[in-house]
């Protein structure tokens, strides 16, 4: 640890210059004498900072916003990389006008996947001193990260030096960073789940003999909320709990810190869960290898930071894709329905919204509203709804130009007026006891060109493309990616994003596992029976407006039977609010 007297030090000179980078390239360190040789004996030329959190989550709680206190881009993917002279900063095509627009003239976006654009692993290679020490946290670094960067820098004498919890560099510079509060936890009972959680763990337990392992160690928060049936409030918009979970064949522990723990062990332990605090997660996974040399335990190196997975030894170790990830994302009879519901008290609140708006621009009130207001009125008539919890993530409410910007969020007092010369794309979604919604549609209040009228067919015709085809259950989401942009292709048009992602039931309205993509899905999880998915493709013109039409869709068999006896599925739409007269004009 730095001293007390040299952290103060440097905190002042932070607040004197209004600048992040310079502290923190303090603790980096020139020289042997440097900062950085004070944390792990040694000058390091490079700091990673994800946007992750220890459970490899696509959006965190405010206490681990390292990357967006550092940078202040906002989005909810990036990595940036600080060396003592430079700072660069990877995004993917969702955020590259976002990201021009937040980031100040010390950083430089690199545009991943664009031509000549080299991959963060790639510029360290050919940039950093042979020599070099990268620094990471491992806590914050997934193994497969890890990994990534091992495979690029093998040829070369660059180190990936690990830093110990307390010395994360940006943690040292963040004097106000917000305290991390106890998990306040709330159960689900099967009326919602129509699983137990003894059920989901005998399910779990039989998968994981299945793949030669003897016990499974869960890090994925909204993996072990499913598990559990358990739900809080940890991260903004995601109803999950910071928590760790271990399963053997006779025992099931969770490893969480909440303002109700007895409550929690009370209500788990009838099913055989024991519950302990969140600290003590490494030191029981390094026991269980240490009680019993063969026991194998099944972890996913994506999922997995480098900290717990080197907790256990290498001979114990069996890599795979979540078990709980898998399972979780086929919805059971109980969950679709509740998605169907949910979906038709949100559709109810979103008429009520997209009526009362068109009647405000109707009457020539556009000056008196701008895109947050409007997004708070649409939360009032979300918050109406039955069952209604939060919004499943910020209000995507854009006028114009601001639609060109994929996730733009616009800030209170900061953002455009509504407008009836423009157009105007509203993606917005809540989170309700038995289901979570997300639904974007694009509309204009008054005579939309030529041209913005042929954009928006050749979405819509895509958007109709996947929601009305038929194929093989088990099918790549990147063959259903295409079938939608084929439309737009026929164009010219294209979008920088995916097709579609999975939606949780109450959980995350991002879901890992499913995907629809250009990019292969890492997971390997194909598209089948049962799963629950957006169908969101898109068209975006740079500084002038953006077209995207998104629905929640759930895959289900054809009755009839196909070639050769293979069984076929179709998608069916579960999003109501259809298109008005503006949007189809």
Not at 413 to 419: F, I, L, N
Not at 479 to 508: C, E, M, Q, S
Not at 534 to 547: A, H, T
Request: charge should be negative; glycine fraction near 6%.
């Amino acid at each position: 640890m730095l001293p007390a007297e040299k952290l103060r030090e440097l905190r002042v000179l932070m607040s004197r210059t209004n600048v992040r980078l310079l502290p923190l390239r303090h603790l980096l360190g020139k020289t042997e004498k440097g900062a950085a040789s004070e944390l792990t004996g040694r000058p390091l030329q490079a700091f990673l900072v994800d946007t992750a959190d220890a459970h490899q989550s696509e959006y965190v709680g405010d206490a681990h916003k390292r990357r967006e206190f550092l940078t202040g881009f906002t989005g909810s993917n990036g990595t940036a990389l600080v060396t003592p002279d430079q700072a660069f900063m990877w995004t993917d095509g969702r955020y590259f006008l976002q990201a021009e627009q937040e980031l100040s003239d010390d950083w430089t976006l690199m545009k991943s996947e664009e031509p000549g654009v080299p991959s963060i692993e790639q510029w360290t290679k050919k940039n950093l001193p042979n020599d070099s020490c990268l620094a990471i946290d491992p806590y914050l670094t997934s193994v497969l990260a890890a990994r990534n960067f091992a495979k690029v820098l093998k040829e070369t004498k660059i180190e990936l030096v690990a830093l110990h919890e307390t010395e994360n560099l940006v943690d040292l510079v963040w004097e106000d960073r917000p305290a991390v509060a106890p998990s306040q936890v709330t159960f689900l009972s099967d009326e919602y789940t129509g699983r137990s959680v003894a059920d989901k763990l005998k399910s779990l337990r039989e998968a994981v003999k299945d793949k030669g392992a003897d016990a499974i160690v869960l890090t994925a928060l909204d993996d072990i909320a499913w598990l559990f049936n358990i739900r809080g409030n940890d991260v903004e918009f995601n109803p999950v709990v910071t928590s760790y979970a271990v399963v053997t064949p006779d025992k099931a522990t969770l490893f969480l810190d909440a303002a109700n723990q007895d409550d929690v062990t009370q209500h788990l332990r009838p099913s055989g869960v024991e519950c302990k605090p969140y600290s003590s997660m490494l030191k029981e996974v390094s026991a269980l290898t240490a009680s019993n040399k063969d026991t194998k335990i099944l972890v996913d190196p994506a999922q997995c930071n480098v900290a717990v997975f080197l907790a256990i030894p290498a001979a114990n170790r069996k890599e795979d894709t979540s078990v709980v990830m898998a399972q979780k994302a086929i919805k059971s009879a109980v969950e679709i329905e509740g998605m169907r519901q949910a979906h038709l008290r949100d559709g109810a609140a979103l008429v009520k919204y997209f009526s009362w708006l068109e009647k405000e621009m109707d009457a020539g009130n556009e000056d008196q509203w701008d895109e947050v207001l409007v997004a708070d009125k649409q939360e009032q008539f979300r918050s109406q709804a039955k069952d209604y919890v939060s919004l499943s993530f910020d209000t995507i409410s854009s006028i114009g130009a601001n639609g060109s910007i994929i996730h733009y969020s616009p800030k209170r007092g900061e953002c455009s007026k509504m407008s009836t010369s423009a157009m105007y794309l509203n993606d917005s979604g809540a989170q309700y006891l038995d289901g979570t919604t997300d639904v974007t549609r694009t509309l204009h209040f008054g005579q939309p060109t030529a041209y913005e009228k042929s954009c928006f067919t050749h979405v819509l015709k895509g958007h109709i493309a996947l929601a009305s085809t038929v194929f093989p259950d088990k099918m790549e989401g990147v063959k259903l990616d295409a079938i939608t942009r084929a439309p737009l292709w026929k164009a010219g048009l294209d979008y920088r994003h995916g097709t579609g992602h999975g939606v949780g039931a109450f959980l995350n309205v991002h879901e890992k596992g499913v995907l629809m993509s250009f990019r292969l899905n890492p997971n390997g999880l194909k598209i089948q029976d049962g799963m629950v998915l957006s169908n969101e493709p898109g068209y975006y013109e740079d500084g002038k407006f953006g077209i995207r039409i998104e629905s929640v869709m759930v895959v289900k068999k054809v009755s009839r039977v196909y070639f050769r006896g293979s069984g076929f599925v179709y998608l069916t739409t579960v999003s109501l609010p259809g298109s008005s007269h503006q949007e189809s004009a």
